[in-house]
């Protein structure tokens, strides 16, 4: 029976889905050799693509608050979420076995719906950004400043490489789409048919304002040539093509921004501690093992050099190679597979030429790249390679070791006498992304991660302690940063909230406060204030930045201190011993509890009754700034500063300014006051609307 034609891989521009106009590059299947896709992008319009892009998408995008696109990013995972098994089934045939598929789609689909909930839950339900506190500029607070991030009003660029084409799409497009800002997605080739698969999935689902997601299947053609300074560009793969495209003369003079991920040589350090027979020598042979052969090596994060102490690496070569030998080598979809095929036979002959020259440094100690052994599949049509460790017995010499990446599943083992000689060695990789150490000897963790730290964007310690719920030393998560310094690229990605700052511009706005406070919709010192109703009898409905509450007063006692000293167990010699406290640098008497005026505080700008303050959910930056003596008369004045009005809820959270003065005007104490408020209230009323 002959097998259905290939598929022609189309790309998602302008909104429509559109087929290149030439004949179209043969993708094939990692295992089998069998023709998957064609690809090719001839004919785009590459300018057009950036424009509808910012034309289209970017104003949509920019209407929306982050708690919009969060809710938007959650309701997205969740769908893709429920159509997984179509993209394991397509995943095989680039390589990937379940294990490794479950990293690149779940994995990236969770990625997706981290930054939805941490974006609901970290950012305000706002379309900026305020950054730090407002900066004074004048005495009398007519003049002040306020840095602010807006969205970059182009759109964001995002090469990426063959190795997560789920994953790698997913993560950049994130903290993208939260900032506010498209994406334009261009996978690398030889993977593309998996991105594409998700890429219509994503449109199907009509969540995305059209043009917020745009696909390139097929090379970019002269697609850079029409960047902007308000556009992104993010890329990972090689170095050579990194540094290609970041010197892009387009790049270089409209200042896009450019972040680079590029090939890395991870080390991970056995401490001196974990001998033979200790848990975190096998925890270090389970990692090595599992970085070596989870998606055939090929990944950024993968430990390339393997430092151990000299006088254990007999037995770290032995314990790894039993277990490497014993790698079921197979098809992605054979159950009994442990380790798939690399990408492409193209990519087999790249690791084989890679090993040759790491043989110039090194000797094989376990596996033969010539020699292929499978437990399914045909050795030859398949890009099939078992694991390869070699050992560098000169680990100074060892040049190439330190500079040639193999991306497979292939790792050197290079001995230590020192750890000064194990951090020096990790050093050499010139900068990546990764680097772990296993030990359980705290001046081992604190001399490494202090030596390696400056070089790595993320260094992982591993012990017996954290061996269950330890997230490995290879998988970047979405709340720390991914990227690394120098040969890693110099890029970072992700890091939380961190990652979406990367697509908006900091600036800093100078004015008066009630002009600022109207561009960030956030109270500040100075601005506006309105007097009227108790603010805590106002629905989200009813309520306004600067709804102002000058409480009464109060007197703070001897009684006052004793009783709430003696009721909470607070005896400290501060507020209970006269010359000790006058003894104390701080205090020129016996003083107030802080805790004591924060509880006053309360008292004194509560409103007591049943009403859409349904709960104070903490404070925050609480300082106490002037000492309370007894006799001083305390009064609070409290400022509704920001609201955020939370997506498909009844309330919102809302912050208070709350300032604390004595009776000469002293500032005693300052904090936040953080509320939840109903939208409406009585509940009766909300129910009726
Ligand atoms: P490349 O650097 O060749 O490709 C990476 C991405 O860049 C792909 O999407 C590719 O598209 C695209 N690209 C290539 N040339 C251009 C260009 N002139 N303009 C715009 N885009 C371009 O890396 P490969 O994927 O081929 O992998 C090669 C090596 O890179 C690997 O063997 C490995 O050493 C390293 N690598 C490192 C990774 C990391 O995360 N650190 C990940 C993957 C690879 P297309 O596929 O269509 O050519």
Redesign the pocket.
Known sequence: MASAAPRRLESYVYGAWTAGKGDGLPLLDAGTGETVAL?DSKGLDFAEVLHYGRSVAGPKLRAMSFHERAAMLKALGLALMGKKEEFYAESFRTGATRADGWVDIEGGIGTMLTFASKGRRELPNTRILTDGNMEPLSKDNSFSAQHIYAPLQGVAVH??????PIWGMLEKISPTLLAGVPAVV?????T?YLTELMVRRIIETGLLPEGALQLIS???GD??DHVTGQDVVT????????R??KAHPAVIANSARFTM????LNASILGPDATPGTPEFDLFVKEVMREMTVKAG????AIRRVIAPRDHVDALVKALGDMLGKTALGLPDDETTRMGPLASLH?RT??RE?IQDLLSDAEIVAGNPDNVRVASGDAERGAFLNPILLYADDPFGAFKVHDV???GPVSTVLPYDSIEEAVELARLGKGS?VSSVFTDDPKVAEEVVLGVAPFHGRVLVGNRRSAKTSTGHGSPLAGLVHGGPGR??GGEEMGGMRGVKHYMQRTAVQGTPRLLSAVTGRWIEGADVQHGEHPFRKSLAELKIGDQLMTAKRQVTLDDVEHFAHFTGDTFYAHMDEAAAKANPFFDDRVAHGYLIASFAAGLFVEPNPGPVLANYGVDNMRFLTPVYFGDTVQVRLTCKEINPRENANHGEVHWDCQVTNQKGEIVAQYDVLTMVAKIWPPAQAAAE
């Not at 991920?261 to 890395?264: G, I, N, P, Q, T």
């Open positions: 690809i090469i990426n490489a063959f190795n997560f261009k996978p690398a080739s030889q593309a097929g090379s970019v697609l850079l890329f990972t793969g090689s170095a050579w093509t990194g290609k495209l991920e590029a090939d890395s090929q990944k950024c994060t990519q790249e690791v890679r990446e193999a991306f992304l890693a690229g």
